[in-house]
Every structure is written in C-alpha cells, then in structure tokens.
T-cell receptor
Framework: EAQVTQNPRYLITVTGKKLTVTCSQNMNHEYMSWYRQDPGLGLRQIYYSMNVEVTDKGDVPEGYKVSRKEKRNFPLILESPSPNQTSLYFC????????????FGPGTRLTVL | LAKTTQPISMDSYEGQEVNITCSHNNIATNDYITWYQQFPSQGPRFIIQGYKTKVTNEVASLFIPADRKSSTLSLPRVSLSDTAVYYCLVVNSWGKLQFGSGTQVVVTP
C-alpha cells in the first residue's frame, strides 16, 4: 500500500531533550516536506526537500533540522525542543513533477513540557 | 507566494451543492491553484488542482476565471462525510506550499 509513515505518532518529552521524528514513504517520491499545525494558525511548512541531499527552509524552520540522505526518508530533528514546539506535525511527499499533489502522513502529536 | 482568502466557515444540508470561493489576487503566471481537504486529526488530502478554466474529477470541480484572481471549488451533492476543512493553495514550481486558514464546511442532515 502506498503510504507515508511517521514515528512516533505521539510523544511527550521535556525541554532540551533532543528528539527525532521519522518519516518514510514507499512511493519513490522525490519531494518531501514537514509541516506543523497549530490551532488558529493552520498548517505551516517547516522544511522541504526536492530530492536527496537537497533541502530548503519553509516558513517556520527555526528550531528544526532535517536531512535527506535517502530518497524514502526525511527525518525531522529537534535538537533542543521547547514548549512552543508543542504541535501536530505532518510529513508529506510528492512526485518531482507534481508538488501540488502531496500525500500526507498520519501526523505526530508532540508535547514538550 | 500569493496569499489566499477564503470564508472561515460554510454550512450546508445533505444533497446540496457547496461552492467555496478563494481569492488570490497576487497569483503569478506560473502558479497553480490547488485544493485540499482535512478531517480532524488527519493529514490533508489532495482534492483537485487547476491552472485556468474548469477542471473536474470524481470528487469536485474547480472553476477558475480568465484573470485567475479567484477560484471556486464546487462539491456536488454533499454528504455528512464531506464535513471537513477545505484549503485553497496557490502553488509555484519551487515546492513551497502555503496553507491558509481554510474553510470549515459543516454538512447537516
């Protein structure tokens, strides 16, 4: 089944404790992206990647890191999480010829205490 | 990226047609218009995209006038399961998406 998977789905952590949220897709998509969704603010793009080893900032990249060493994986790294990063995070992927049609993962609900 | 403006909410009854209009006055020549649907606690789902005139698929129709400064998503004969938030996006070729606040559509029996 074609899908985007994220792990973990739920995470509660404490300020300053480094964490990684993994994202993997099995559709051989070139494009991958991370979003966060907060009440009243909608979905905001954090980082995106057009292909392996190519990443770029979205609208809210501060406090996040990404890497794209393999085509199928696009982990989101929070080196020193803070409470304002408490949010619902979505990973998405798309083909290189159609960024418009993005396939989203199930989401990761992160709480930073 | 062009900013989009759409109504905050719309109510409808089952079986009716729902039309959501999105304004994007600063759309660029190479931008496409894309619509997504999102249910609570789920990721958005692509519905339809278009560049100009009319596009139709099995789920919806998208109407785009010649000046492309607005677009209208049409959902025919909605059911209760169409209750969701609908987002209008203007997408360029650089892969950077910008979601607005979306329109909450509520369908009642």
């Amino acid at each position: 089944e074609a899908q985007v998977t994220q792990n973990p789905r739920y995470l509660i952590t404490v300020t300053g404790k480094k964490l990684t949220v993994t994202c993997s897709q099995n559709m051989n998509h070139e494009y991958m992206s991370w979003y966060r969704q907060d009440p009243g603010l909608g979905l905001r793009q954090i980082y995106y990647s057009m292909n392996v080893e190519v990443t770029d900032k979205g609208d809210v990249p501060e406090g996040y890191k990404v890497s794209r060493k393999e085509k199928r994986n696009f982990p989101l790294i929070l080196e020193s999480p803070s409470p304002n990063q408490t949010s619902l995070y979505f990973c998405a992927s798309a083909t290189g010829s159609s960024y418009n049609e993005q396939f989203f993962g199930p989401g990761t609900r992160l709480t930073v205490l | 990226l062009a900013k989009t403006t759409q109504p905050i909410s719309m109510d409808s009854y089952e079986g009716q047609e729902v039309n959501i209009t999105c304004s994007h006055n600063n759309i660029a020549t190479n931008d496409y218009i894309t619509w997504y649907q999102q249910f609570p606690s789920q990721g958005p789902r692509f519905i339809i995209q278009g560049y100009k005139t009319k596009v139709t698929n099995e789920v919806a129709s998208l109407f785009i006038p010649a000046d492309r400064k607005s677009s209208t998503l049409s959902l025919p004969r909605v059911s209760l399961s169409d209750t969701a938030v609908y987002y209008c996006l203007v997408v360029n070729s650089w892969g950077k998406l910008q979601f607005g606040s979306g329109t909450q559509v509520v369908v009642t029996p």
